[in-house]
């Protein structure tokens, strides 16, 4: 699996309506087939800044992504939008997506 983890600093104009600006795009990287989660969330210590956590089934899945359409359209909405260039982490992991967490599990 393909590991993606994305910091936008969004400019703070549009950092409101930061989710909607990407839904498309979100939705669009979703139905690909080889998407295994495509998730965004807000700073609590900075409501400027949004993370994109994604995986891909593997790397074909990965580079489909970035020659869609879709993808091409949504880089030229973000960075109309963005304070800075994204920060990202972007590595190859075994498994096809989430694991439980051994150390903790819900009681009563």
Not at 65 to 88: C, D, K, Q, R, W
Request: hydrophobic residues 45%; proline residues 6%; aromatic residues 10%.
């Amino acid at each position: 699996m393909i590991f993606i983890a994305v910091r936008f600093d969004v400019r703070p104009e549009h950092s409101d309506t930061w989710l909607a600006r990407v839904d498309d795009f979100t939705r669009a990287t979703r139905e690909e087939p080889g998407n295994l989660f495509f998730d965004w969330s807000r700073s609590v210590d900075d409501p400027n800044q949004y993370t994109l956590l994604e995986a891909f089934a593997d790397a074909e899945a990965g580079s489909a992504h970035v020659a869609s359409a879709h993808f091409a359209a949504g880089m030229e909405t973000l960075a109309g939008a963005i304070a800075a260039t994204p920060e990202i982490i972007n590595v190859e992991v075994p498994g096809q997506g989430w694991s439980a967490m051994t150390e903790l599990t819900p009681r009563g």
